[in-house]
């Protein structure tokens, strides 16, 4: 009988759609591929660049004052900012080809705390090809894009919290 059992709970587990890897909603883990080229100023002038950085992740958000979603999940990013101080993980925040008084507005009302990066032309956001706004890449720290991110989440909730703690230090290649 327990041969029985385990041999039926080892087929389930081989079903499409069922996975003994659970990711929070909307992360989703795709083939490795490199990140593309990411190098912005925020509204001060301070340029931001992605590397390859021994023992830290990245995590790349594209955004947009008008998208909806945005306007949702823009608390949360903060507030996941200020929970990950110190963690293993930077943040990149992308705004996509909007004016700065937009983008100053838009954050003034909804997270004042979000340093941005301005995409003034949206060449950076057109490289990284999101699927839509708002759109998460966590990059790893050789600088492959290994999970992806489509839609708001609420990033506030502990299983993203601790999904992104505990994302793992690679070998750098």
């Known amino acids: 009988m327990k041969k029985v059992l385990l041999f039926l709970f ?12 659970e990711y ?3 992360i989703i883990k795709i083939p490795p ?16 660049t992605l ?5 830290r992740w990245s ?8 998208c909806g979603p945005c306007r949702r999940e823009m608390p949360a990013i903060q507030a996941l900012i200020k929970t990950m101080n110190k963690r293993n993980i ?3 925040i992308v705004n996509t080809a909007e004016s ?21 032309d949206g060449l950076t956001t057109e490289a990284w090809k999101p699927r839509g706004l708002p759109s998460t890449y966590l990059v790893d720290p050789n600088g492959y894009i290994q999970y992806v991110v489509i839609g708001g989440q609420d990033w506030r909730k502990i299983d993203y919290q601790q999904f992104l703690q505990h994302l793992p230090i690679l070998k750098k290649q």
Do not use: C, Y
């Not at 990140?35 to 931001?48: I, Q, T, V, W, Y």
């Not at 590397?51 to 023992?55: G, L, Y």
């Open 24 to 26: 929070p909603k909307g």
């Open 90 to 92: 930077d943040f990149f």
């Open 59 to 66: 995590f790349v958000h594209f955004w947009a004052s008008w």
């Open 51 to 55: 590397n390859k950085t021994e023992q």
């Open 100 to 120: 700065e008084d937009t983008i100053f507005s838009f954050l003034g009302a909804v997270a004042p705390e979000i340093d941005t990066l301005l995409d003034r």
């Open 10 to 21: 080892i087929s389930l587990l081989s079903l499409p759609g069922i996975t003994s890897t």
């Open 33 to 48: 591929r490199p990140a593309p080229f990411l190098s912005l100023e925020n509204m001060d002038g301070k340029k931001f």
